[in-house]
């Protein structure tokens, strides 16, 4: 079957010819939506372990996470390389001497051969991108921005707490220093139509950026997106919905960006609705079929 677009593990195993896996990191980090900075609250559908794995309240290291990580997942996908990937909130949240420490220990692990670090547009100054620059010339650094969606009403009714050109000036501010970049888009927010995340499609495709991850918003316990799901003031995407959507963005980005995510995963525990979104390989195939049924393709409309 024809590649349809660009996905990481591909992109992976030609930069380091084997299978390479990411391994969640939470490093017991923080974030300006949650501690006062901003709000207390965080964004609407954030819970309070932040899509976190809470193995930093368990009392494991980083060291202790990758270790575990290592073995898992090397059993399962036979990988041999690993990246660490913290996760947890805004991993560039800390002082510039804390962030190195955690970088450290990460890359000292024996075949980790490189870092992705979720973080928000808000988060990165000189100093940090400074250290990741250093970094960068011996190995992959991705940095994961949150955007979410490039519409600024949409920003501030989720109480994102930055805006679109707050997003525009991290990216300009990362470029040029070896640092991969990758935007977090989220598909099914309250209010937004077709054409808004299409617009957030061709938003992302003009800044040079060099990967995305698509979510899906789905309600997770003890958040306020809850409420507005119990009141009924917000309703979730249908599967076919959110495939049909997926198709659609990634025909309107350029063709060499990486896919690092197409679909979220949420905790079964913690997840109030849609229920389908537990079903990750029914949807990635879903997305993977209507791509061969459109016979379309990452990048076919972007220009």
């Not at 995407?237 to 995510?261: G, H, K, N, T, W």
Request: hydrophobic fraction near 35%; proline fraction near 3%.
């Amino acid at each position: 079957m024809k590649r349809r677009y660009n996905d990481l593990n591909t992109y992976l195993r030609n930069i380091f010819g084997c299978r390479v896996q990411k391994i969640t990191v939470d490093a017991g980090l923080t974030c300006p939506n949650r501690d006062g900075t901003l709000s207390h609250g965080g964004c609407i559908y954030c819970n309070i372990r932040g899509s976190g794995t809470g193995a930093h309240a368990k009392g494991l290291s980083v060291t202790r996470q990758l270790l575990n990580g290592k073995n898992s997942l090397s059993k399962r996908y036979n990988a041999r390389k690993f990246i660490a990937y913290f996760q947890s909130f805004s991993n560039t949240y800390a002082p510039l001497p804390d962030l190195q420490r955690l970088y450290d220990e990460a890359l000292k692990v024996d075949d980790i051969v490189g870092l992705s670090i979720g973080t928000r547009p808000d988060c990165v100054d000189e100093a940090v991108l400074d250290l990741l620059q250093e970094y960068a010339k011996h190995y992959l650094i991705w940095l994961e921005y949150g955007l979410q969606s490039a519409r600024d009403a949409t920003l501030e009714f989720i109480n994102r707490g930055h805006d679109v050109q707050c997003f525009k000036d991290a990216v300009e501010k990362t470029k040029n220093r070896g640092i991969k970049i990758c935007a977090h888009v989220i598909l099914g927010l309250p209010d937004e139509n077709r054409q808004d995340m299409l617009h957030t499609a061709a938003t992302i495709a003009k800044l040079g950026i060099d990967g995305v991850k698509l979510h899906l918003l789905y309600v997770v316990r003890g958040t306020p997106l809850e409420t507005l799901y119990h009141t009924g003031a917000f309703k979730c995407l249908e599967q076919s919905a959110y495939v049909d959507l997926v198709c659609d963005f990634l025909e309107r980005i350029p063709a060499e960006m990486v896919i690092q995510r197409l679909t979220g995963d949420p905790h079964r525990q913690e997840l109030v609705s849609p229920q389908w979104a537990l079903k990750k390989t029914e949807t990635l195939n879903l997305i993977r079929e209507t791509l061969e049924k459109r016979d379309t393709w990452q990048g076919k409309y972007f220009k």
